[in-house]
């Protein structure tokens, strides 16, 4: 069920008007009585949406009054939050004060159709977007229970994806290939199932020092362990067993930033707009925030667990493993077994490689440990 889901969750982020019935099924089966998708441009706009039939008027008021303005929960989307929260389905409810939540207009909102707990999920895109989704249950039948939320998270990652490129067109239907891969504003390529390049707007073919020709009309990544991983998603899409990283980090190269490489799987609809195509490649750039690469790729981006997240921020201040394993509650043989984990998301073999990579200090080397 949750492959179908997810299979649907990337055609809807074409296919926009296909978001309520995807919307629909991830509310049944987490339990939830409606769900919305909503793209914030910036804290002071308006978010775009699409949203489930019972709460479609409610959504249309909200962002066409100053209903927006006066939610407690938009300035949260846009806070710093803990560690690892960001890596997670939350209840924003519980970053809010008990009076900030009676004045909350989502809270009243939700009230008067009946709703009680919403789970969201928030996605901060290396593009300067926000993306949230929302999941709400009936007033009464209290928050959702944790197999729900479990299944919600195994489904955040597709989330993601398909959430960068509805930011990216606006919640706007792609009319073309050509002008698609154009309105994306971001490099992208569309490729046949065998890899085989089928079309790439010039951002991509820009990026020379990162990618470079491969056999038989494809292209690979100049970086071997981030090839090595690029090589596996396509092997994997084209055989259908697409369960592995997604979401592929690139170090730097010369004067280009860190990049991050995202496959997505072509579905249904969405064949007709990329005719031919069966994988999406887009790339977007990381920009440093400080010292620090920005959370909303070493949380959501590289597909790491709230787990794996914590370990991972910890470790990414120059703390040892054992000090990870301490501040993250758990064993230090737990935390190692969290570290091979991330090791293999990130596409690094050593925790020097690591740090280097959260911190985005310098390339990446290529030595093993």
Known sequence: MLADLADKIYEAAFVPDQWPAVLDGV??????????????????QPPRYKTTARTEAALHEFTTTDLWRRSERVPKLFSTPPPG??????????????EQIERDSVHLVLRSLGLGEQITTVLPMLTGEVVSFTFERSLGDG??????????????PHLARAGLMSARLGLERARASVSALEAIGLPAAMLSSS???????????????VFRPAAFGGISILDRP???????AIADLRSGTYTGVGSIPVPRVGDNPPFVVHLMPVM???????SGARIL??????HLQGAMLPPSVLHGLFDLTPSEARIAAVLATGSSLAEA???????????RTYLERIFAKTGTHRQMELVALLKSAGPITNSAS
């Open 27 to 44: 509310a049944a089966m987490s339990g939830s009585a409606s769900a919305a998708v909503l793209v914030f441009a910036g804290e002071d």
């Open 85 to 98: 929260a960001f890596s997670e389905f939350l209840y924003l409810n519980d970053f809010l004060e008990p």
């Open 143 to 156: 928050r959702h229970k944790p197999k729900a939320v479990a299944a919600l998270q195994a489904l955040r």
């Open 195 to 209: 890899g085989q390049v089928l079309a790439a707007n010039g951002l991509l073919e820009a990026l020379s020092p």
């Open 226 to 232: 981030a090839d090595a991983l690029y090589q596996q």
């Open 268 to 274: 249904g609809a969405v064949h007709d707009i990329f």
């Open 281 to 286: 490649v887009t790339v977007t750039a990381v």
């Open 325 to 335: 394993a301490s501040a993250g509650d758990v064993t230090v043989k737990t935390a």
